[in-house]
């Protein structure tokens, strides 16, 4: 586009309007004929015009067309009176038939009828008295043949003669036709010559204005970046010079949105390019949250298991090359995070961490698998004995068992252990996994090896648990459970509870230990059952205690399955009302991890404990995740210490000093303390030493089934 004064496609600008038309407008002007015919609106307009005209000219032609009808009519009705009057007044004597039919022969008159005196005279063809002749004639009846019969009366033009006649009037169609047409030709030739004048007048009023204008806003819908390009002046002042002027105004109008919207556009851009980098760089930083552990720096589960499917993939079967697959795991983890805080516990986790990465460099085969379990692929360039390669791992595990500093405090950490070999213990990674994983919960159940290789007996360990579960479905239906109750005693050697044990006896393995069927029953939801069948008995059994006197209470364990069953409260209520026993008679053990499977249900089924007044105690305290945090908001009045830390009084430091600090932060929160698995004098002398209030243990008695209590049972 070029300032004033410039052109630009046949265009000149001046003031800012277009003072020369286009070429196309000219070329459409000098052929408007075949854009009249083109355009609809002139079609329309144009034909209105022509049947208008047209609809006039045919109400004026019907009652001309009646009017020229009548008058030639007429014409020969004066021809046949003429000739009777002519005939009446020459006669040389009386009217005669044969005087008529030469009145006949020389006119136009083919029938007559004349009365003379009483009698008619006829002459040719009969005639209808067609009434009054001088109505309407046009109004009378006419034969097939073009007759027209006439009457006239005496007193007339022929004196006293009545007369009727017939004439013909052979003739009048041809000259009613003729008329029709000369009226129909003129009223056509009229026609046309309006329409042409009214189609030349749409065109200069109508039709030329609305194809420039046309013409112009195509132009600028194809090119709406120059808006300006297309502003004309307006040629005319009616309404379609305000039409122009208004299409003018929404150019300039558009032009200055156009700016705005550059400006827009330009500033969207930049917006645009400054959030797709903060999306890339969110991206990758969601991407490798994805894949490395945000704590440790290390590969995650999922990582570590497409890193090792690479490996194995890319692994060369022949060379027979073995690898081993540890998974390692910190043994009393939770005590430590607990104790000593979750900032000092990821600072041991970090360390770790980074002894582990030093025994691999390649990326993605040293990860943390979750919590306190790491996983590390070793692959040596070289088959190696298993001695070696057991000396190898021996080294990993003494790197991780060195103690970590934090804050000068030095940290033991106990480590477990499992090792899957390939391609002995499987070929794929989640079949290694697995196996490893195995592995490392038989170390950390083992005493004595804290390294443990995945052995064969995988298959017998499956189908033991299957059978196991088999089994267990139906064992309180068989009546293969029972409680036993084991004695807790307070400083003073007086017994004040029992603590109700579930045991299994199995008819062919014999009594399996707790720690083998309940999370079985866990894991199949048999608990939430047989933990209701296990408080019945105890109250049961308290019921009867204390109709012989005992004064103590009844603890009875409870799962983390079972904190989420809302109808528990209800449920113990009502049993509690059957046996007529007051609440406080009985004591739910709860452990804090069962409490961290949903902390807010929890929180809401033992606040419903504590209103029927059943005593809470914490059950493992020290081993569970939060022990400070949600202590104060557990409404329990008894902590007890878990056997872990029991076992290594008196001679253990460590062990005496998270004791002695547990009593203490139990005594300060208005809560009594009871430590169990006490089995030495030793023990039990530091423990009351210490201030704990009450004792539970081999050393003071082991667990019994259900007996007849006395006034006289043990005291310590």
Known sequence: MKSQGGTESGVEFRDGGISRRHDDDWHSIREWGPQLIACRLCRNVTMAAFVAILVIESVILIPSYRNYEENLLRQHATLASQALTTFLATKPGPVTTDSLNRLLESSRITGIELMVGERWLTAGEPVVDPGDAAGRLRDMTRTESNRLDLAWGSGQWLGDYPVRARVDVTGVSEELTSFVLRILGLSLLIAVFVTVVTMAVVDRMMLSPLLRLRSRIVRAGADAEHPLMYVRKPERCDEFGEVEATF??????????????????????????????????????????????????????????ECLTRYLAARNDADNVRSALIVLGLDDFQALNGLAGHETGDRVLQEIARRLSRFNREPGHVARLGGDVFGLLLTPEQDPEYDQMEAEIAAVIRSCMAPVCVAGVNYECDVSAGVAVTPVDGEDAGTLLGHAEIAMHRAKKSTDLKIQFFASDLGEQIQHRQDMLKDLRGAQERNQLALHYQPQFDR??????????????????????????????EEIGLIIPVGRWVIEQAIVTMKRWVDDGFQGRMAVNVSARQLTDRSLVEHIASVLEFHNLVPDYLELEITETALMKDVSLALEILEGFRSLGIQLAVDDFGTGYSSLAYLKALPVKRIKIDRAFVTG????????????????????????????????????????????????????????????????????
């Not at 645009?272 to 995650?300: F, K, P, V, W």
């Not at 004791?659 to 002398?685: F, K, N, P, W, Y």
């Not at 008695?701 to 006289?712: A, I, N, T």
């Open 492 to 521: 003073a050697g007086h017994c004040v509870g029992y603590e109700a044990l579930l045991r299994w006896y199995h008819p062919f393995r014999g009594i399996v230990s707790p720690d083998e069927f309940v999370p079985l029953a």
């Open 649 to 716: 009084l008196p001679d253990n430091e460590q062990d005496e000093v998270l004791c002695r600090t547990m009593i203490s932060m139990a005594h300060s929160l208005g809560c009594r303390v009871i430590a169990e698995g006490v089995e030495t004098q030793a023990q039990a002398d530091w423990l009351i030493a210490s201030g704990c209030d009450e004792l539970q243990g081999f050393l003071l008695g082991k667990p019994e089934p259900e007996f007849y209590w006395s006034s006289q049972s043990m005291v310590l």
């Open 248 to 305: 003018n105004r929404m150019l300039k109008q558009n032009a200055s949105y156009l700016n705005r919207l550059k400006a827009l556009n330009q500033r969207l851009d930049q917006l645009l390019a400054e959030r797709t980098r903060s999306l890339r760089r969110t991206e990758q930083e969601l991407h490798i949250r994805s894949l490395y552990d945000q704590l440790t720096g290390l590969a995650n589960r999922s990582l570590f298991e």
